[in-house]
């Protein structure tokens, strides 16, 4: 899919000229102990509920007041649940995705904000995937209104929630291609079928280069 | 080959005959139906129904006038304003987050400004007077939205008074939102680092005025609605959904408190110095639309309380600030009423074209390029008047936003529609649709 941008813009559409400036995201590894606040007896407690915690969570990241737990894919359902059933993080506030192509083999990340209401506290829950495989775990099972946030991850993102109830489109039109919030996805320059009558994308009803 | 009529009346499927309703004789159609030997029919309610809160669909299966299944379908207002928030400055994203929730723009703003300011790490840095005119606007919007669910709820069930006052009470809230910002919706008037501009002159005596007013008025709906026999025959036991439900659907707002758990963000995980001000969380034992009702009812009057106390501190902070001190992140628009009603100051303006040319690169630069945000992601929840709306965040470190989400409560409490519904009767599917109070600005985005 090329790039190209609504009235013959090329490239990311950015017309302030300082669109080149691009700086990679450099956030890995642990934070040191102690965390601070309540993440530290929230670490603690998983530790403790969840044999498995070296093996599931990859690392534990505190950043600008909010504790991030980097979790495997493969054991986000089993952690959710201790985190729902033992730790009472009772509510997920949805899925948030973002996709970072340079990231090879871990583009795709989705994102969960945990709240306890008993405790007053959040936890984010952060798995990552890679385009290639966009499979993670649904999270549907353990929390209900995680239904239509997965559904509108996969259609913004093209992650495959296995195990979901009925993961089709949400907010896109059924028959539509690509995922929108992919960043090698244009922005705008896709053409309007209405009752059998085409509009031409902006860049192509005249010539705007 | 056979070509698909779209304006046929009857079609048939192999699910059955189909049977689109464009206006016509009513009863033909019912009788039509009558004859047919199945009881179960599928009735596709919206996008255009005026009952259903705008561009919502919904498909029913029936038995009879029982509700067996309620499939919500949305996304027919979505706009792509996460995507497009990417190509533009963090300040320019104010003008699209303003605009998902078109009843409650000082939410979406506050929230996305919260979660910057966050990343920024100035949160600590946003001047006193800023945080107040935050919060007296949010909960002026609060009134305003709640006037919207009030009167609309009421108009969907078939009262049509409620609505004029309602709308009533809404336009001079409005009124006042534009002589404070300009415009009467999407004002993008909340800004990274504070608030776009300090309020006109005279403006907290007129505020004054207006709680007074509003106070006298709520009471005309309250009369009208409060313990009124059809109402409350349309409205209780209506759309339960009790606190597990709520729970598992990760249901906020009102439709949360109405099973008499007091969870409110203000309270709880306060912002902007909601812990500074006196207000009660207003909950209901009912789990039904009428107890939502009231909690709204409720918080109007709870509202025009934080507004009051607003007042004061806007009184007792006079000419502060309104913007974050740093130059480097506030908007550079020191703005001063001309003769034609708006424009920057013309010292400004003086300074920057006549007297330093650093002034005038930065400037530019931080009107074209915007500020650098560190890297990183940030997750700030406000509490709507639909409850917990959220802004996650991502930030590469440039002038853009790498990725905004929302989590918009409508979007998430829309989906206990079919818990709240299923086994009613298809009248009550208005009533709990009207309760949880879904803008499907905000549902799709």
Known sequence: MSNEGMFGVKGTGDTSGYGGLVRAVSNLGSTERPYGGYFDQVADDLERAYPDFADAITRVVVDRGELTLHVKKERLVEVAKILRDKLLFEMCMGVSGVHYPERTGSELVALYPLLSMTKNQRVRLEVSTSEVDPHIPSLVEVYGGNNWHERETFDMFGIIFDGHPGLTRILMPDDWDGHPQRKDYPLGGIAVEYKGATTPAPQNRRSYK | ?445
């Open chain 2, 1 to 445: 080959m056979t070509t698909f009529d779209p304006y046929a009346a009857t079609r048939e499927t192999t699910e059955g005959t189909v049977y689109s309703v464009t206006g016509g004789d009513w009863d033909s159609l019912v009788s039509e139906i009558g004859e047919s030997k199945e009881e179960r029919i599928i009735v596709n309610m919206g996008p255009q129904h005026p009952s259903t809160h705008g561009v919502l669909r919904l498909v029913l299966e029936l038995e009879g006038e029982t509700v067996t299944e309620v499939r919500p379908g949305i996304g027919y207002l979505h706009t792509g304003i996460e995507k497009n928030m990417e190509y533009r400055n963090w300040t320019q994203g104010t003008t699209f987050a303003t605009r998902m929730d078109y009843l409650a723009p000082i939410f979406n703003e506050t929230a996305y400004c919260l979660a910057i300011e966050k990343l920024l790490g100035i949160t600590n840095d946003i001047p006193e007077r800023a945080s107040i005119i935050r919060v007296m606007m949010m909960e002026l919007n609060r009134i305003s939205s709640h006037m919207v669910a009030l009167g609309t709820g009421a108009l969907e069930l078939g009262a049509m008074g409620p609505m004029f006052f309602a709308f009533r009470e809404r336009e001079v809230v409005l009124d006042a939102f534009e002589a404070i910002t300009g415009l009467r919706m999407n004002m993008a008037y909340v800004r990274p680092g504070g608030v776009q501009q300090d309020l006109p002159t005279g403006m907290v005596a007129r505020l004054r005025d207006l709680v007074v007013e509003l106070r006298k008025n709520f009471k005309d709906n309250e009369k009208l609605l409060v313990g009124n026999t059809i109402w409350m025959k349309r409205t209780e036991g209506i759309g339960y959904l009790d606190l597990a439900g709520c729970t598992t659907l990760g249901i906020t707002g009102p439709v949360l408190r109405s099973t008499g758990l007091p969870w409110d963000l203000r309270k709880m995980q306060p912002y902007c110095g909601y812990e500074n001000y006196e207000f009660d969380v207003i909950t209901a034992d009912t789990c039904d639309v009428y107890g939502r009702f009231l909690i709204r009812m409720a918080e109007l009057e709870q509202s025009l309380r934080i507004i009051e106390q607003a007042l004061d501190k806007l009184d007792a902070t006079e000419g502060q600030p309104v913007m974050v001190a740093d130059k480097k992140i506030a908007w550079p628009a020191q703005l001063a009423l001309g003769a034609d009603g708006l424009g920057n100051s013309l010292d400004h303006i003086r300074e920057i074209m006549g007297s330093s040319m650093e002034s005038l690169i930065h400037h530019f630069k931080l009107v074209t390029e915007g500020f650098h945000v560190p890297a990183g992601q940030a997750y700030a929840a406000v509490e709507s008047p639909r409850g917990e709306l959220a802004a996650h965040i991502v930030s590469d470190g440039g002038t853009k936003p790498y990725r905004v989400h929302f989590r918009e409560p409508s979007f998430n409490n829309l989906q206990s529609t079919s818990a709240m519904s299923e086994g009613g009767m298809v009248a009550d599917i208005i009533g709990a649709v009207a309760s949880i109070d879904p803008v499907m600005g905000g549902v799709d985005r």
